[in-house]
C-alpha cells in the first residue's frame, strides 16, 4: 500500500506554556503506579512512615558525615595534669598577681596567697560564712598587691598583701544598723591601684550607681612599710630569747618529732592576725571622689513655661545625651497621632518594639591624660596618674567621660565629654597604657581613638549585624611596629585587637596608625553549641597564645594570630570542668603554669557537697612541658613602651641639643657645600645659554589692529588679531 510523506515538513516543538498533560497511561513505565493507591487510613499511616523513615535516614546521614569529618579531622595533642592541689579543692576563685608570683585562691571561709612556683600556701585570711566569688589583683608597689574581692552576700571588701601577709583594709558597702543593705555586683581598680569604682546596687528600690574611690596608695606603702620595719625588729628582739631558751643539742632521732609535734606551716601568722585585730596596723581610708547614676529615659519636658524649659537644656559647651529638650509631653503625643494617621496601612509592617533592658550593667575604664580630655596632660604629678573615667551603661548608645581632678559639689558630675552613636554600645576595652580605646557594637561595627593625640583611627565593619561580644587588646611586643625616630617622639604605637563576635566568630586587627584597618578571620563562626566559647584569654607574659574554653568544658591552647590549636590540657577522668560558662582558671609564673578547677565527678551532695575538700581539685599544669609549646616558650619578647608624653620643655630641650649636636658638623656641611657651588653654577649658566638658543629660533608675531569693530570674536568675518 503506498504511503504518502510529505518533504520539508518541520515539526515544532509546542511552547513551554502548552506541554500537554501528562498520559493516563504514564502507570506503564512508572514503577511507583503499578500498585493501586492504599485506601484510607492505611494511606495516611503509609505516608507518616514514609516521611518518619525519609527524617530518620537524614539524621543518621548527618551523624554519619560529622562522624566521617571528626575522624579526618586533625586533633590536637591532650596533655594530662602534672600536680594536684588537694587542699584547695574548694576554690571559688583564682586569680594571678601582675607579675606571676602568687597565686590568690578565694575560699568559702576566706582567702589565700600561694606560691606560684612552689605551689605552697603563703598566707590566709579566713573568716566565718564568707565565701569569696571574685577575686583580683592590682601591683601597687614592689612585691605589694591590693587584692579586691567579693563574696556571695555581695560584699566587697579590700586587702592590702605584702610582706607575705593580708592587711585588711575596710568593706566598701558594710551593713549598719537601720540602714538599707546595699550588695555590690562589680568592683575594679586602677591598672596601679590609684582609683577604684564599685557598681552598687538597692534591692528595696532596684536603684543601681557607680561610685569612684580615690585610694591613697602612696599613704598606704608608706605605713605598710613602716610595719614591715617595726615587725623586722621585734623579730631580732626575739631572736636571742628563743636562743637562750632553746635545749643545748638534739639527737637526730628526736628530729622528726619535733617537726611532728607542730605540723602548721608558717602561714599561720596571717590566720592570728584574722582572730585578733590589735595586730592590724591602721590604714589610711578611702574617700569618694563621684558618685554616677544611670542615665534616665528619655521623656517629654514638664516645664510650665518656654523660659524654664530653656534654661534645663544644655549649654552647648559639650555634646549632650539628648535627655535635656524644649519637646514636651503632649507635643511628643501628637507628632505619634500625626504619624499614625498618615501612615495607617503600614504599621502592621513595622517591626515589634522591643522591651528595654534594664541599665543594671556599667562598664568602665580609668584612662590617663590625653588631648580628648587634657586635664593634667602638662602637670608633672599626674604623670603616669589616671585623670578621666569612661563609663557607658549596658543598653546605651553613649559613652561618657568623666574628669577624676575636678571638684564636684554633692557629687553632681556632669560629663566632661559625651560620644554618641547609631548603635548601642556592647563591648570595650583599653590598651595597657591606656593610649587606645576601642568601642563594640550591636550592629558589628568597631570604633577605635587614639587617645593620646585625641583622633580618631578608623571605624571597621566586623561581621554585618552581629554583636560584638568582647575586646582585648594585645601586646604589642608580638606586632611589627612602625618606630618614629624623631626625639623625643620614639615610641611605638602599633598593636592587634582581638575580636570576638556574638556568633563565636574571632578576629584580629592591625591598629597602628595610618594603616588600613582590616580584620583578618582567625575563627570562623561557631555551628555547634557545645563549641561556643565561654572564655577568651591571653596567656599572661606570652600574647601570642590564647586561652579558650569551650561551652562542651574543652580547655584549649591556641596561637593568637593563626587560631590554631596547639594543645588541649585535660582534666583527670574522674573530674570534670567546674561550670564552663564561669570556669576557675589562672595563668601564674608569667605563662609557665596553668591552674584548672575540676570538680569530681563521683562526689554526691550526700557526702557534704561542694563543702568537702574531696569534691574538687585544684589542678597545676606545667606549659613548659608541652612540645607543642617549645617554640612560643624560647620566644624572646621585649617589653614595648607605646606612648611616652614628652612635655613642651622637653621637646625644646631635644631639639636645642639636636642643635648643638650638629654645630660640629657645619665645617664639613660648608666645605661641601662650596664644592657643589661650582657645578650648580655650571649648570645655571647651561640652563641659561639654552633658553637664549630657544630664543632666538621662536617664531615672529606680528598683531593686526581691528578697524571694523563689527569684526569682533562671534561676529561674521572676524578674524585673529594676530597672525605669523
Known amino acids: 500500500m503506498p504511503v504518502y510523506i510529505r518533504k520539508n515538513v518541520n515539526f515544532t516543538p509546542p511552547s513551554i506554556d502548552k506541554f500537554p498533560l501528562e498520559d493516563d497511561e504514564d502507570y506503564i513505565t512508572d514503577p511507583d503506579q503499578l500498585v493501586d493507591r492504599l485506601p484510607q487510613p492505611y494511606r495516611m499511616i503509609d505516608k507518616v512512615l514514609t516521611q518518619w523513615y525519609d527524617e530518620v535516614w537524614e539524621i543518621i546521614e548527618k551523624r554519619e558525615n560529622e562522624r566521617l569529618e571528626e575522624s579526618r579531622r586533625i586533633r590536637p595533642p591532650q596533655y594530662d595534669c602534672s600536680n594536684q592541689m588537694k587542699s584547695h579543692g574548694r576554690a571559688c576563685c583564682i586569680c594571678d598577681s601582675v607579675d606571676g608570683r602568687y597565686i590568690f585562691i578565694g575560699l568559702p571561709r576566706g582567702l589565700a596567697a600561694v606560691d606560684s612556683l612552689t605551689q605552697e600556701r603563703i598566707a590566709t585570711w579566713e573568716e566565718e560564712s564568707v565565701d569569696i566569688h571574685y577575686v583580683k589583683a592590682y601591683l601597687i608597689g614592689v612585691q605589694v598587691y591590693l587584692v579586691t574581692t567579693i563574696d556571695d552576700m555581695g560584699f566587697a571588701r579590700l586587702f592590702i598583701f605584702g610582706g607575705d601577709k593580708f592587711y585588711f583594709v575596710k568593706i566598701l558597702n558594710e551593713f549598719q544598723e537601720g540602714g538599707t543593705k546595699l550588695i555590690i555586683t562589680k568592683c575594679e581598680a586602677s591598672r596601679n591601684g590609684d582609683y577604684l569604682g564599685a557598681v552598687f546596687e538597692n534591692p528595696e528600690t532596684a536603684e543601681v550607681w557607680l561610685e569612684v574611690y580615690k585610694l591613697p596608695r602612696d599613704a598606704w606603702l608608706s605605713e605598710l612599710e613602716s610595719v614591715l620595719a617595726q615587725a623586722k625588729k621585734e623579730e631580732k628582739t626575739e631572736d636571742p630569747q628563743e636562743q637562750g631558751t632553746e635545749p643545748v643539742a638534739t639527737t637526730d632521732e628526736e628530729a622528726?618529732?619535733?617537726?611532728?609535734?607542730?605540723?602548721?606551716?608558717?602561714?599561720?601568722?596571717?590566720?592570728?592576725?584574722?582572730?585578733?585585730?590589735?595586730?592590724?596596723?591602721?590604714?589610711?581610708?578611702?574617700?569618694?571622689?563621684?558618685?554616677?547614676?544611670?542615665?534616665?529615659?528619655?521623656?517629654?519636658?514638664?516645664?510650665?513655661s518656654v523660659y524654664s524649659a530653656c534654661q534645663k537644656v544644655d549649654a552647648g559647651e559639650v555634646i549632650g545625651t539628648g535627655i535635656n529638650h524644649i519637646l514636651t509631653p503632649?507635643?511628643?503625643?501628637?507628632?505619634?497621632?500625626?504619624?499614625?494617621?498618615?501612615?495607617?496601612?503600614?504599621?502592621?509592617?513595622?517591626?515589634?518594639?522591643?522591651?528595654?533592658?534594664?541599665?543594671?550593667?556599667?562598664?568602665?575604664?580609668?584612662?590617663?591624660?590625653?588631648?580628648?580630655?587634657?586635664?593634667?596632660?602638662?602637670?608633672?604629678?599626674?604623670?603616669?596618674?589616671?585623670?578621666?573615667?569612661?563609663?557607658?551603661?549596658?543598653?546605651?548608645?553613649?559613652?561618657?567621660?568623666?574628669?577624676?581632678?575636678?571638684?564636684?559639689?554633692?557629687?553632681?558630675?556632669?560629663?566632661?565629654?559625651?560620644?554618641?552613636?547609631?548603635?548601642?554600645?556592647?563591648?570595650?576595652?583599653?590598651?595597657?597604657?591606656?593610649?587606645?580605646?576601642?568601642?563594640?557594637?550591636?550592629?558589628?561595627?568597631?570604633?577605635?581613638?587614639?587617645?593620646?593625640?585625641?583622633i580618631q583611627r578608623g571605624v571597621v565593619n566586623i561581621v554585618d549585624q552581629v554583636k560584638i561580644a568582647q575586646l582585648i587588646f594585645l601586646d604589642p611586643s608580638i606586632c611589627p611596629q612602625t618606630v618614629d625616630d624623631y626625639k623625643p617622639y620614639r615610641t611605638k604605637s602599633s598593636t592587634y585587637l582581638l575580636i570576638l563576635c556574638d556568633n563565636g566568630a574571632l578576629f584580629v586587627m592591625m591598629t597602628g596608625p595610618g594603616l588600613e584597618l582590616d580584620p583578618i578571620c582567625v575563627t570562623p563562626r561557631v555551628e555547634k553549641e557545645d563549641d561556643i566559647f565561654t572564655l577568651v584569654q591571653p596567656v599572661q607574659g606570652m600574647h601570642d597564645l590564647l586561652i579558650t574554653i569551650l561551652k562542651s568544658g574543652k580547655v584549649q591552647i591556641r596561637d593568637t594570630l593563626q587560631g590554631k590549636v596547639l594543645c588541649e590540657p585535660v582534666l583527670p577522668k574522674s573530674h570534670e570542668?567546674?561550670?564552663?560558662?564561669?570556669?576557675?582558671?589562672?595563668v601564674g609564673a608569667m605563662g609557665q603554669l596553668l591552674f584548672l578547677k575540676g570538680n569530681n565527678k563521683d562526689y554526691g551532695e550526700e557526702e557534704g557537697g561542694d563543702q568537702s575538700e574531696s569534691a574538687g581539685a585544684l589542678f597545676v599544669y606545667q606549659m613548659r612541658s608541652f612540645p607543642s609549646l617549645d617554640s612560643y616558650m624560647t620566644k624572646k619578647r621585649d617589653k614595648v613602651q607605646q606612648t611616652v608624653h614628652a612635655k613642651i620643655e622637653n621637646r625644646i630641650e631635644e631639639l636645642m641639643k639636636e642643635r648643638i649636636a650638629?654645630?660640629?658638623?657645619?665645617?664639613?656641611?660648608?666645605?661641601?657645600?662650596?664644592?657643589?657651588?661650582?657645578?650648580?653654577?655650571?649648570?645655571?649658566?647651561?640652563?641659561?645659554?639654552?633658553?637664549?638658543?630657544?630664543?632666538?629660533?621662536?617664531?615672529?608675531?606680528?598683531?593686526?589692529?581691528?578697524?571694523?569693530?563689527?569684526?569682533?570674536?562671534?561676529s561674521m568675518g572676524w578674524s585673529p588679531f594676530f597672525q605669523k
Open 662 to 714: 650638629m654645630q660640629g658638623l657645619r665645617k664639613s656641611r660648608m666645605q661641601e657645600r662650596w664644592g657643589n657651588l661650582k657645578e650648580e653654577i655650571w649648570s645655571i649658566l647651561q640652563y641659561k645659554d639654552e633658553a637664549e638658543k630657544l630664543a632666538d629660533v621662536r617664531p615672529e608675531v606680528h598683531y593686526k589692529y581691528v578697524r571694523n569693530f563689527s569684526q569682533t570674536p562671534g
Open 330 to 454: 503632649s507635643h511628643k503625643e501628637m507628632r505619634k497621632e500625626v504619624f499614625a494617621h498618615l501612615h495607617d496601612n503600614l504599621i502592621d509592617y513595622l517591626p515589634k518594639e522591643e522591651e528595654l533592658e534594664s541599665l543594671e550593667d556599667v562598664n568602665f575604664h580609668f584612662m590617663t591624660a590625653g588631648r580628648l580630655v587634657p586635664f593634667g596632660l602638662e602637670q608633672q604629678s599626674q604623670i603616669g596618674l589616671p585623670t578621666t573615667i569612661a563609663v557607658w551603661w549596658k543598653g546605651s548608645t553613649h559613652m561618657v567621660h568623666y574628669s577624676l581632678l575636678k571638684q564636684h559639689k554633692d557629687f553632681e558630675v556632669k560629663p566632661d565629654l559625651v560620644w554618641p552613636f547609631t548603635s548601642p554600645v556592647t563591648s570595650s576595652s583599653i590598651s595597657d597604657d591606656s593610649s587606645l580605646l576601642a568601642v563594640g557594637f550591636e550592629n558589628g561595627n568597631v570604633v577605635i581613638w587614639d587617645r593620646y593625640l585625641g
Open 577 to 586: 570542668l567546674m561550670t564552663p560558662w564561669d570556669p576557675v582558671v589562672a
Open 256 to 304: 622528726p618529732t619535733q617537726t611532728e609535734v607542730d605540723p602548721s606551716p608558717p602561714v599561720t601568722q596571717s590566720q592570728e592576725e584574722s582572730h585578733g585585730e590589735k595586730q592590724m596596723p591602721k590604714l589610711s581610708p578611702t574617700s569618694v571622689v563621684m558618685k554616677l547614676k544611670p542615665p534616665p529615659s528619655i521623656s517629654g519636658n514638664t516645664s510650665s
